[in-house]
């Protein structure tokens, strides 16, 4: 199964953007990759997902880098309540199309 | 939309009982849905895979007879933790999905605490 490495955590002001990257070199050519959020004794949260192209929903942007070996989710302007564990995941195209959740990053949001 | 309930949201119990967790997409159809398992401070761990009407498929290190899974109907999936102990207490938390190329929902989780 193919891995995500991400940073285990970041902080941002209030307002801000915030670019959350994430590392996934051994991407095949048919995962999808897809970020989810966790808040505190709560489930996973979906927020975006895209395999080649930009991605843009209300809730955030999805840069994927050209060769897919990395990709960044963007926060146009970061609240508190987006405090929270963002995991990246690569989702497969055959099989089960489990997840498999990696550390993920802790984001701190300072007023 | 894709909304999934996970119930009861905390259970504690004595040693030695069983628990069911029940996990039920409210508006969608869950062809296939997810367990896993979360210790503090921790990542989220797949416990197993059921597709609806199907046997379960259960990840490495898992026992299936420790952890009974039912995926009986597209709308209602059940994880059994049976006689459990302590080291059973963690937070689990279920995913639904409908077609394969859609995201999974998940639920907000059952604490289960083991005395």
């Known amino acids: 199964d193919a891995k995500t490495t991400q940073p285990n955590s970041m902080e941002s002001n209030e307002e801000e953007p915030v670019h959350l990257p994430c590392n996934h070199s051994t991407i095949s050519g048919t995962d999808y990759i897809h970020w989810y959020r966790q808040l505190p004794s709560q489930g996973p949260e979906y927020v975006i997902h895209?395999?080649?192209s930009n991605v843009n929903n209300r809730m955030a942007s999805l840069a994927i880098a050209e060769d897919r070996k990395s990709s960044t989710l963007i926060l146009h302007r970061a609240t508190l309540r987006d405090a929270a564990v963002y995991y990246c995941?690569?989702?497969?195209?055959?099989?089960?199309?489990?997840?498999?959740f990696g550390t993920g990053t802790r984001l701190k949001v300072l007023a | 939309g894709a909304v999934v309930s996970q119930h009861p949201s905390w259970v504690i119990c004595k040693s030695g009982t069983s628990v069911k967790i029940e996990c039920r997409s409210l508006?969608?159809?869950?062809?296939?849905m997810f367990w896993y398992r979360q210790f503090p401070k921790q990542s989220l761990m797949l416990m197993a895979t059921s597709n609806e009407g199907s046997k379960a498929t259960y990840e490495q290190g898992v026992e299936k007879d420790k952890f009974l899974i039912n995926h009986a109907s597209l709308t209602l999936s059940t994880l059994t933790v049976t006689s459990a102990h302590p080291e059973d207490s963690s937070f689990y938390i279920c995913?639904?999905?409908?077609?394969?190329?859609?995201?999974?929902?998940f639920g907000d989780g059952t604490r289960l605490s083991i005395l």
């Open positions: 995941i690569l989702r497969p195209t055959s099989g089960t199309y489990k997840y498999i």
């Open positions: 995913s639904a999905r409908g077609d394969v190329n859609q995201p999974q929902h």
């Open positions: 508006d969608f159809q869950a062809t296939t």
């Open positions: 895209g395999l080649t």
